[in-house]
């Protein structure tokens, strides 16, 4: 008969509000993992030019666009919908022809100011100024995706984020009943190697843009344990009898231990 390790408690062995305060975490946990998914998705597709995340999306972000500046690059993504496609063109065709102050003032900045300005003219200092030429040819260079201080920004955002979600849900599904027991304790374990996989690649991948295959797997990693955890723990603590088969260490306080 298997005998349940003293300090472990299933779901059904606990209090109704505990149940409650883990269903809770669980539920927002998971809408927060579905919008993280939305917002990767359409933060990075169509960087290539081509509808759909593919790896050269990601290569494009992370080491930049050999033939892309950063101008086009929003121009293909983020910016797309802000101006038709003529207009695409005459900005597109100004950085191709080497980017010349005449052409910008005669074709390009009464685009900009059109289109653009609402927003780039300096008020927000998180996005990159449009007003002047010098500024224009600022986002007008060569992309090298993203620098090595955003990714640093961005990385310890992501390692204290991950850090706390798979926490608390490793944490929850910690009360689950799985066997065999290395199962249980690699699932909980993974997503903690997947974020330094991860992570690593985003910086290997200015290197080599191969690594981009290793952020797409260290973030299927994190993402199959994560919805392996939720799932087997959502059932289990609503639906699950643990086996009759399987007994407490002090099921009998006079046996002797
Ligand atoms: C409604 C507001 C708004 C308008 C209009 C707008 N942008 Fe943006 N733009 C943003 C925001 C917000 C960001 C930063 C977030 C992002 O990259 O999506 C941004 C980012 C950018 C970037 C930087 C992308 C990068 O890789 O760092 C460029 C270049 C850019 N916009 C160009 C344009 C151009 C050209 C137009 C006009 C055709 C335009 N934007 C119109 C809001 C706007």
New binding site residues.
């Given amino acids: 008969m298997p005998e349940l390790h003293r300090m472990y408690f299933h779901f059904s062995e606990l209090p109704l509000s505990m149940r409650a305060l883990f269903t809770c975490a669980l539920i927002v946990l998971g809408t927060g993992y579905l919008f993280a998914m939305i917002y990767i998705y359409l933060?990075n597709e169509g960087r290539d030019g081509i509808a759909g995340l593919s790896q050269e999306d990601l290569v494009i972000a992370y080491s930049g666009s050999k033939s892309d500046t950063?101008?086009e690059?929003?121009?293909k993504?983020?910016?797309s919908s802000?101006?038709p496609n003529e207009?695409?063109n005459i900005?597109v065709n100004w950085v191709r022809r080497g980017t010349e102050k005449a052409e910008f003032e005669a074709q390009v900045q009464p685009?900009?100011e059109k289109?653009?300005l609402?927003?780039?003219d300096g008020s927000?200092p998180?996005?990159?100024n449009?007003i002047t030429y010098e500024d224009a040819i600022h986002?007008a260079a060569l992309?090298t995706g993203m620098t090595i201080p955003t990714l640093v920004r961005v990385s310890h955002i992501h390692l204290f984020g991950i850090t706390f979600i798979f926490f608390v849900l490793g944490f929850i599904f910690s009360h689950a009943f799985v066997r065999p027991r290395w199962l249980k304790s690699l699932v909980v374990v993974l997503p903690f190697c997947a974020v330094f996989l991860d992570i690593g690649s985003w910086y290997l991948t200015k290197i080599h843009p191969g690594f981009a295959w290793v952020v797409m797997i260290g973030g299927g990693l994190m993402g199959m344990s994560f919805a392996f955890m939720w799932v087997v723990s959502f059932y289990q603590i609503w639906f699950y009898k643990l086996p009759a088969n399987v007994t407490r260490p002090d099921a009998n306080p006079y046996v002797a231990r």
């Fill in positions: 933060n950063r101008l690059g929003a121009l993504a983020s910016m802000m101006l207009e695409k900005i685009v900009f289109r653009c609402a927003c780039h927000n998180h996005i990159p449009l986002v992309d």
